[in-house]
């Protein structure tokens, strides 16, 4: 009675119940292709140790895994020794020519930076060959088979070296391939890539490249990602996206994995001029480098999706011409249910700018029909940083306010049991956009904040194309969609079912697309950049906007009370996800609590001068857990001390001191020429350790080179006292040879600071076990316990 007369049409339109049943259609069809994106990236079911000789069988593969990880096996150890006997057996068993090579290498990459000197490993790698029929050339199939010092590596590397002996069986009890087929199980990966480095730059199989297929785990489930390639990969993933049945692969995530501060393998291949895939499981990183890494937490499906995938490549690569896939440009590859899309990397840019000018059209013809102004347009650009900005600053926060409560979080790549959390992200950025939509709405319309929402796709998508090409087509794609779903839906008549129709198809793109994208970006980034994620998800959420306003009622179509009504209506969708997202971040805060089997994690390390008998315990953690608590009581440098431990902060408390001997130094040459002076000496642990170092005070002498067992090294000096240093990860129980060509400064004696490391605390005076509940951090000092002496000479 009291509301204002409306046109019937708009009325009709405006009545809720009219719009609901297209709303539904268009969500029911939406969760029905997320459902198919995760079915896609779900893991195959294992296959039984009675699966057909030619296939490859989780349960199988899993047999070595539990010999190859019963123990930590960290590269020099004894475990390390058993382990590889039992690899070279069981190729050897094969029929495979099987050797080992010995040998000092140094490693690859720039990893040492703390060092200030140069990294050097011994390591023993399991080189087999399988002799192809009319050879192309060589595929290399590639895992590290050493562990960590904290853990036995049940996934990290087992996973990929349990994979490789399965895959070799089946290759050598099937039809031989055209091409070599080489199998390499490097050592001393965690240490320094060296055993990888070491074949890639001096093993006569790897004189001539080849093709390489890298199989890592940085976790316990989730999908095998094929996450990074060599350069010009286009022919490469042109027989990923065939041969792999199951090819989850996406080149955004090599442009993520750049960024990230991890190192595989792969890297000392590529820096060797071979082409090839890097592929890894990565879910479950609560575990990850830990103690818990032990075989039962491994998930045979993702262990199956390791083997099928690597099988193929390699049967697929085994029959390719070799000499022919080096394609001259990188492709843009994506996965999608059913396969994978990918096309040249020299599209993106002319892409992004296609959808540019597709979204500037749109703009101009919603104008031109009356469905907005410049006015209006212009505020929906604007109007959408607000969800883009406010989400992830939401996840920010509530993750901050997650870890105030619950600190043990801080040293987790993830937590144990992430899903909830991850949820509680994906709802809190639902809620930021369709509070923010709701709100805005009534002041600019709907036609305004789509063009908003695809203005700013748009708009990544260039900048992505410049930047970060492999990753433009995550918001080029979905805008062109988009433009040309908004442009068709504007060609029809606006109360037909094609407008619905279209802007769902569209949708239903952003879904294939966005949607794997957040998935894996919370394991890969893990919940500390969760914010990411959610950006994503708002992005997802923006390309979608037209399907969410099937939420609202008509716009402009109501008045008074009628309007009051619909403001309502359209609060509900914001206020459901508020809510999930509370009750979410709330369940996960109670499921993943810290317990045995989830243990906090800490860390602590024990540093010994055998020169002044101080000894001191440190840790890394930067806001002490309870038991690490009663080791350490203050921060301190101990770059002075302990130039092998690097030079960042630390927590440190006093210990008391071991009776545990320091390497010894001796001088075996010693020859003076004006200021300059040659020193030949040998550094010999006196018990057994993982690693050594050596470091030259360079207030006493500058080197001008050095050598270690042989082998010159580069020269590069860091700040400080001991500003040139080398490490030297299993040294023989002989000791290591080293010649330093030194400039001498005053003619006082040269200090040289010797330090090795063992691992384990339990033996030494003052430590107390840790109580259930307490873990031990992943990380490569962890439990490591040090000794040092400074030599004049
Ligand atoms: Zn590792």
């Known amino acids: 009675m009291g509301a204002p007369p409306t046109r019937p049409a708009d009325r009709a339109l405006a009545k809720p119940r009219r719009r609901l049943p297209a709303a539904v259609a268009a969500l029911v069809a939406l969760l029905a292709v997320g459902a198919g994106v995760l079915l896609d990236l779900s893991t195959p079911a294992p296959r039984p140790a009675s699966a057909p000789a030619d296939e490859f069988s989780a349960a199988r593969a899993y047999r070595n895994v539990e010999v190859i990880a019963a123990r930590p096996h960290v590269a020099g150890s004894e475990a390390n020794d058993r382990v590889r006997e039992h690899l070279v057996g069981t190729l050897r068993g094969l029929g495979l020519d099987t050797q080992v090579q010995d040998a000092v290498a140094p490693e690859a990459g720039q990893l040492s930076g703390a060092a200030g000197g140069a990294t050097l490993a011994r390591v023993r790698n399991v080189v087999a060959r399988l002799p192809g029929t009319d050879p192309t050339g060589r595929v290399f199939l590639v895992s590290h088979y050493d562990s960590v010092q904290t853990g036995p590596g049940g996934n990290d590397d087992a996973a990929g070296t349990a994979t490789i002996l399965e895959v070799a069986r089946a290759l050598a009890t099937g039809p031989r391939p055209r091409n070599d087929v080489?199998?390499?199980?490097?050592?001393?990966?965690?240490?320094?890539?060296?055993?990888?480095?070491?074949?890639?730059?001096?093993?006569?199989?790897?004189?001539?490249?080849?093709?390489?297929?890298?199989?890592?785990?940085?976790?316990?489930?989730?999908?095998?990602?094929?996450?990074?390639?060599?350069?010009?990969?286009?022919?490469?993933?042109?027989?990923?996206?065939?041969?792999?049945?199951?090819?989850?692969?996406?080149?955004?995530?090599?442009?993520?994995?750049r960024a990230l501060p991890n190192d595989t393998d792969f890297t000392a291949f590529l820096d060797q001029k071979f082409i090839g895939l890097n592929s890894a499981y990565i879910d479950g990183g609560a575990i990850y480098h830990t103690p818990l890494d032990v075989p039962a937490r491994m998930d045979r499906g993702s262990l199956q999706m390791h083997g099928d995938n690597a099988l193929g490549l390699a049967r697929e690569f085994g029959r390719t011409d070799l000499g022919d896939l080096r394609a001259g440009h990188d492709d843009t590859y994506f996965p999608v249910p059913g396969g994978l899309v990918r096309y040249p990397g020299w599209l993106t840019l002319p892409l992004a700018v296609v959808a540019l000018l597709a979204v500037g059209a749109l703009g101009w013809l919603l104008r031109r029909r009356g469905r907005a102004t410049a006015g209006t347009l212009a505020a929906g650009v604007a109007l959408t940083l607000v969800p883009l900005v406010v989400a992830p600053l939401g996840a920010w926060?509530?993750?901050?306010?997650?870890?105030?409560?619950?600190?043990?979080?801080?040293?987790?790549?993830?937590?144990?049991?992430?899903?909830?959390?991850?949820?509680?992200?994906?709802?809190?950025?639902?809620?930021?956009?369709?509070?923010?939509?709701?709100?805005?709405?009534?002041?600019?319309?709907?036609?305004?904040?789509?063009?908003?929402?695809?203005?700013?796709?748009?708009?990544?998508?260039?900048?992505?194309?410049?930047?970060?090409?492999?990753?433009?087509?995550?918001?080029?794609?979905?805008?062109?969609?988009?433009?040309?779903?908004?442009?068709?839906?504007?060609?029809?008549?606006?109360?037909?079912?094609?407008?619905?129709?279209?802007?769902?198809?569209?949708?239903?793109?952003?879904?294939?697309?966005?949607?794997?994208?957040?998935?894996?970006?919370?394991?890969?980034?893990?919940?500390?950049?969760?914010?990411?994620?959610?950006?994503?998800?708002?992005?997802?959420?923006?390309?979608?906007?037209?399907?969410?306003?099937?939420?609202?009622?008509?716009?402009?179509g109501q008045r008074g009370l009628l309007a009051l009504r619909a403001r309502r209506l359209g609060a509900l969708p914001a206020t459901a996800a508020a809510l999930a997202a509370v009750v979410l971040a709330g369940v996960g805060f109670s499921v993943d609590r810290f317990d045995a089997d989830h243990p906090v994690p800490t860390h602590l390390m024990y540093a010994?001068?055998?020169?002044?008998?101080?000894?001191?315990?440190?840790?890394?953690?930067?806001?002490?857990?309870?038991?690490?608590?009663?080791?350490?009581?203050?921060?301190?440098?101990?770059?002075?001390?302990?130039?092998?431990?690097?030079?960042?902060?630390?927590?440190?408390?006093?210990?008391?001191?071991?009776?545990?001997?320091?390497?010894?130094?001796?001088?075996?040459?010693?020859?003076?020429?004006?200021?300059?002076?040659?020193?030949r000496v040998r550094v010999t642990p006196q018990r057994p350790v993982r690693l050594l170092t050596l470091h030259v005070d360079t207030t006493t002498a500058t080197?001008?080179?050095?050598?270690?067992?042989?082998?010159?090294?580069?020269?590069?000096?860091?700040?400080?006292?001991?500003?040139?240093?080398?490490?030297?990860?299993?040294?023989?129980?002989?000791?290591?040879?080293?010649?330093?060509?030194?400039?001498?400064?005053?003619?006082?004696?040269?200090?040289?600071?010797a330090m090795d490391a063992s691992d384990g605390l339990s033996a030494l005076p003052g430590f107390r076990a840790r109580p259930a509940g307490v873990g031990v951090v992943g990380s490569h000092s962890s439990e490591m316990l040090a000794v040092a002496r400074t030599y004049p000479l």
């Open 182 to 257: 080489v199998f390499v199980l490097t050592d001393a990966e965690e240490a320094c890539l060296c055993g990888a480095a070491g074949f890639a730059a001096d093993h006569p199989l790897a004189a001539d490249g080849g093709v390489v297929l890298n199989l890592e785990a940085r976790g316990s489930t989730g999908p095998v990602i094929m996450f990074e390639t060599s350069r010009n990969n286009a022919k490469l993933v042109d027989v990923f996206g065939r041969a792999a049945p199951h090819p989850v692969g996406t080149s955004f995530a090599v442009e993520i994995y």
């Open 397 to 556: 926060l509530l993750w901050t306010a997650i870890t105030t409560v619950r600190p043990g979080y801080a040293e987790l790549l993830d937590p144990y049991r992430p899903v909830w959390y991850r949820l509680a992200v994906v709802a809190l950025a639902a809620a930021v956009l369709l509070c923010w939509y709701a709100l805005s709405r009534r002041r600019v319309g709907p036609a305004a904040l789509a063009f908003g929402g695809l203005t700013w796709l748009a708009l990544f998508g260039v900048l992505l194309a410049v930047l970060v090409p492999g990753g433009a087509y995550l918001t080029t794609v979905p805008a062109l969609a988009g433009a040309v779903a908004a442009l068709t839906a504007l060609a029809t008549r606006r109360d037909g079912p094609w407008p619905v129709v279209a802007v769902t198809l569209a949708a239903a793109v952003a879904v294939v697309i966005l949607l794997p994208t957040v998935v894996l970006l919370f394991p890969a980034l893990g919940m500390g950049m969760g914010a990411v994620a959610a950006l994503v998800a708002v992005l997802l959420g923006l390309a979608a906007l037209p399907v969410v306003d099937l939420l609202h009622p008509q716009a402009g």
């Open 608 to 679: 010994l001068d055998a020169g002044t008998g101080k000894a001191a315990w440190l840790s890394h953690e930067e806001a002490p857990q309870p038991w690490t608590d009663g080791y350490v009581d203050r921060s301190v440098s101990v770059a002075d001390d302990f130039p092998g431990l690097g030079d960042g902060e630390l927590r440190a408390g006093p210990a008391q001191a071991a009776s545990l001997p320091a390497p010894k130094l001796e001088t075996l040459a010693d020859t003076r020429a004006g200021d300059q002076r040659t020193l």
């Open 703 to 753: 080197v001008r080179a050095a050598s270690v067992a042989g082998r010159e090294v580069p020269v590069k000096a860091r700040e400080g006292r001991w500003g040139f240093g080398i490490v030297f990860h299993a040294p023989p129980p002989e000791g290591v040879e080293v010649t330093l060509t030194l400039a001498t400064t005053g003619g006082g004696p040269v200090n040289l600071r």
